[in-house]
């Protein structure tokens, strides 16, 4: 693989360095449109972070550093809504340049790089202060970088181009913990483009994956390790927990028999342990963990403990879940599968709007926003629950397991196909959301949106060079 370029289409190397500054068009109008930007209880907490320089793991520490720095700038939410417009923005452009460069001959380049950033199941995360955006932000990068390594004629530039992916993966990690998951598979495909040129394919590919994996694990446990030097242990899974142990109730078969398993072993759990059982069958549903969780607005759960105190008995917790999942195990599968699935395909589609937060109007159309702006007009046509359709994860998830399992069957040759990798990043996502998603929600899945959306594209550039190839 040392002159794996020679063949390249002279159009490809004459437009692949050609960033369209249509980001910065981009960039303000995500400003525009969601100035101040839109603000949730995870928000406001990572916001008093950023204040008080206090922090926990259950918020990027990362996060609350650059928002402290913004903040003293430009007070509140609209610093960060401007840096991550502009990161976003930028990622997208870059994409565009570099992946789609056929695209961008035939059209516009500035038309290319507003249908792919503006397309509301792509752009709508923008305007939420959310570490997810970060993280998509973060891998959009690192993925632009895999395609300048597969496509730079030189050795070094493309090793250096195999370590901006590996950066921007520890930065997408650093933003949020299950990032693992996503970034085995890009990591996966740097090493395989810049590691062991003379080795078979098959046997390359393993190596490569292997490679991935133990990548994203050494990003991830070095992450962790300087979140714990700077931040109190928040045990943000304990109400993933919960949400477990109801589930493995309630399809056990035997749920009497479970139920006084978490209240022999963890009595404390529960503030009415007579009426532990009921409150299960009555607040459990696998589209949300919330339900379960106690808070001022839900005094009637089934656990009293509070998932939010940092000095909650969380070992109890994993104790209990441990201990029924091994019991039950089946039941435990169950649960997460129906929770899956309805992360997958909208199980309660009016809750589901209301999660989302942009589609949810209370948060989109606050009634600060004067009705008669056209920020009110543009943000009441591109939050539109009735666009809810265009968010549908199932289908998201579908494209970018097809353009995988057809990057498998292209991954020979001079210039290999980069969708399998795409696939297995999407792949592994999924795989983390199967065991760990608390909520039906799409902001967990952005990232596998925004692949698929790259891979409809990366489609539409094959179909152009196919037909200049007929000509």
């Known amino acids: 693989m040392s002159q794996p370029h020679s063949a390249l289409p002279e159009l490809h190397s004459a437009l692949q360095a050609r960033t369209s500054l249509a980001w910065l068009a981009i960039a303000a109008f995500f400003v525009f449109l969601f100035d101040p930007g839109i603000m949730s209880n995870d928000s406001i907490a990572s916001l008093r972070q950023a204040r008080s320089l206090e922090f926990n793991d259950w918020h990027p520490p990362l996060k609350a550093l650059i928002w402290s720095l913004l903040d003293r700038m430009i007070a509140g939410p609209a610093g960060m809504l401007l840096a991550q417009s502009a990161l976003f923005a930028y990622a997208s452009a870059a994409l565009c340049a570099h992946a789609f460069p056929r695209l961008s001959s035939r059209f516009p380049r500035w038309s290319v790089v507003a249908v792919f950033s503006l397309f509301p199941p792509a752009m709508t995360l923008v305007g939420m202060i959310w570490k997810d955006i970060w993280t998509s932000g973060f891998l959009l990068l690192a993925l632009v970088h895999l395609f300048r390594a597969r496509d730079a004629l030189d050795v070094a530039v493309r090793r250096r181009h195999a370590i901006l992916v590996v950066v921007f993966c520890f930065g997408a990690t650093a933003f949020r913990h299950n990032a693992l998951a996503a970034t085995a598979g890009l990591l996966a495909g740097a090493a395989y483009l810049v590691l062991f040129p003379k080795m078979g394919q098959w046997l390359r590919l393993f190596a490569a994956s292997v490679i991935g994996v133990v990548a994203a694990v050494l990003l991830y446990v070095g992450v962790s390790l300087g979140n714990g030097l700077i931040a109190e242990r928040a045990n943000p899974t304990t109400a993933i927990y919960l949400h477990d142990i109801a589930g493995v109730i309630v399809y056990s078969g035997d749920a009497e028999n479970a139920a006084n398993m978490v209240l022999a ?55 209990i879940h441990k201990t029924l999942v091994s019991k039950y ?29 942009v589609m949810n109007t209370d948060y989109s159309l606050p009634d600060t926003l004067n009705r008669e702006s056209w920020q009110y007009a543009f943000r009441k046509a591109v939050l539109s629950p009735k666009l809810a359709v265009l968010y549908h994860p199932g289908f998201w998830l579908l494209v970018t397991l097809v353009g995988g399992a057809l990057g498998f069957a292209r991954l020979g040759g001079p210039r290999p196909s980069l969708l399998l990798f795409m696939g297995l990043s999407s792949a592994g996502l999924a795989v983390s959301l199967y065991f760990t998603s608390p909520i039906e929600s799409f902001r967990y899945l952005h990232w596998t949106v925004l692949l698929g959306w790259t891979m409809l594209f990366l489609a539409a550039e094959r179909r152009i060079e196919a037909l200049a190839a007929e000509s």
């Open 329 to 357: 195990p089946l039941a435990y599968l169950k649960h997460r599968t129906q929770a899956f699935v309805c992360l997958l395909q909208f199980c309660e589609r009016d809750t589901w709007i209301y999660r989302s937060y």
């Open 265 to 319: 072993d963890a009595g404390h759990l529960t503030d009415a342990p007579e009426q532990f059982l009921a409150r299960i069958y009555r607040s459990y549903t696998p589209a949300a963990a919330g339900r379960i969780v106690r808070t001022s607005r839900r005094p009637a759960t089934p656990f009293s403990i509070n998932v939010y105190a940092l000095d909650h008995d969380a070992e109890s917790v994993r104790e």
